[in-house]
DNA sequence: CCAATTATGTATCGATCGATACATAATTAT
DNA sequence: ATAATTATGTATCGATCGATACATAATTGG
């Protein structure tokens, strides 16, 4: 690829991965130059010439994290079989991601971009637009539910799917707060109690959904 | 009280909720002395010489928001006659504030502490506390429900109040992404399925309990 | 070898951060 | 009136912020 000249002495993947979990853990403007430039192991030089701006860098960051190894929800929602299920997996896998020991706790869209400067307001505005990007995701799946059964029609799929990313959302802030795995998957057993209240409807026949977990696998 | 001395020319008190409302919405590292002393109307010397220091100004910020004014939750798990009245309550009072449009969106204390350099991470730390104790007045709320026979006993109230915590902090972000009033009560109403999933046990008479809501009052 | 290209190292930019020194104004106590 | 006390206004502190200028090192193409 990049032949001519010479060669870079530091790895850029790696780097950026560093980047990606001081951002996560301090968010966008809780991380400073120094910071990123001390825990790289580079100079402040040799990171502008690699990403750009400290926006860049961040930009770049918030994409590696949503690509499919980070970012649980996608496949959750796309290889399950029912919604239900979708859900569910959704909502365990984030939450075994948000506890992980290796990576800082919660979820990085969530938190990263909270506490701003005017002059940086742009960046809430990039993660919330993802947020949205992901209740949509989620409203499609409980639709393509609909569609194939295994919600009743007339279910308001929109209330349904911000009910579950609003718990899904707060289990980031239970996980900051240093919440066990066993307890956040506590949590999800209480929230999927909703799914089948509200789908079981008298008149209705439920096509599939498996019986709530109790502890957490 | 202060009569020695030249007279103060600001309201203290005044000069106080613009400060909280500042740190609110754009958290503790998120507000500058300038953007204070902009918005309150003073001089650096003087915010000083009133609060002491920018961490010292948060705390006082933190402690108005948590005033009987500010805050819901005290008077919702107090004066509510029931557990489940007092989790209804709770969750619908505050998520009435979280969107109040005469407020910035959410909840200062979830909020204002997330993104945070090194140097600060006490502010985050003591938000957190106060997380804590909000989730230990629910427990106590809980455990009293199960005294007053409206929760059977061997109830797990501690994951109870987990749960609902976990919706509550989940809200702050589904304000801070501009959902309606409507939205959020209709999330409460799914929440509150829960309750009567997990409290209606078939061995178990349901003492007290008001049917969910549909809108939100 | 030489030119072109790319990365690095040093040193620093202007702006802003939180915080203060110092002199002055306005009040009360005596 | 004078001293003591408290607040204000101006001007600025050292540190750090994100970002760059400039010279040098290391590689490829010719």
Redesign the pocket.
């Known amino acids: 690829m ?9 790895d850029r993947t790696a780097a950026l991965r560093v980047a990606m979990e001081l951002f996560w853990e301090h968010g966008y ?1 809780g ?6 430039t001390d825990a790289i192991g ?9 990403f ?6 961040f930009r770049e960051a918030v994409d590696l994290y949503n690509s499919a190894d980070w970012s649980p929800t996608d496949s959750a929602l796309e290889t399950s079989p029912t919604a239900r299920q979708a859900i569910e997996r959704m909502l365990r896998d984030n939450a075994d991601a948000y506890v992980d020991p290796h990576t800082p706790r919660g979820c990085m869209v969530v938190l990263a971009g909270l506490n701003l ?1 005017s002059a940086n307001e742009y960046i809430g505005h990039r993660l919330a637009a993802l947020r949205r990007r992901d209740h949509d995701k989620v409203v499609a799946r409980l639709d393509r539910g609909v569609a194939e059964g295994d919600i009743p029609p007339g279910t308001d799929t929109a209330a349904m799917a911000s009910y579950y990313l609003t718990v899904l959302h707060g289990l980031s802030i239970q996980a900051r707060d240093g919440c066990s795995r066993e307890l956040a998957h506590t949590v999800i057993d209480r929230a999927m109690l909703t799914w089948d209240a509200l789908i079981r409807q008298p008149d209705h026949e439920v096509v599939a959904g498996d019986p709530p977990r109790s502890g957490g696998g």
């Open positions: 990049s032949a001519r000249g010479r060669p870079r002495r530091f403007e991380t400073s130059l120094s910071m990123l580079i100079t402040s030089t040799s990171l502008y010439a690699a750009g701006s400290k926006g860049e860098l400067t």
